[in-house]
């Protein structure tokens, strides 16, 4: 698996953005304890920006559970094919968002801007 994220010139390492749930590693972001937040306005900062990374995680995950059925469990692949298993499912969720008109189960009628794909059963 790759150890960085490049964006424009700098690069990032991947990291697990989690709760005190998790055990603490090198690539594993975890709050820090409440009781050492009191007087340090620094750690209550990152806190609060860990809970917002690790929220919208939780929401996008949401999104692509209820359309996406091998979200509704744990997935028991290896890392690398969970990545682009994950990558692929955004891909499709963001083309169907923005290409799909009409989406009826029974007899979907997929349009996009340039053709029309009748799926009859």
């Known amino acids: 698996m ?9 690069f990032f390492p991947y990291v697990i ?3 005190e749930g998790f055990t ?3 690539k594993v972001m975890m709050p820090y304890p409440k ?7 620094d750690r209550r900062i990152f806190n609060y920006r860990l809970s917002r990374a690790r929220r919208c995680s939780e929401n996008a995950f949401g999104v692509m ?17 969970a990545r682009n298993l994950v990558m692929a499912v955004v891909c499709l969720h963001n083309y169907l968002r923005t290409h799909v008109t009409t989406l009826n189960p029974s007899h979907a ?7 029309q794909f009748d799926t009859l059963d």
């Open 35 to 41: 009781d050492t937040c009191s007087n340090r306005l």
């Open 17 to 19: 953005v989690g709760d």
């Open 65 to 81: 559970g209820a359309r996406f059925q091998i979200f509704r469990a744990p997935m028991r692949y290896d890392p690398d094919d």
């Open 24 to 26: 603490l590693s090198e």
């Open 2 to 10: 790759e150890e960085q994220y490049q964006l424009g010139r700098s």
């Open 109 to 115: 009628l997929i349009t996009d801007n340039h053709r």
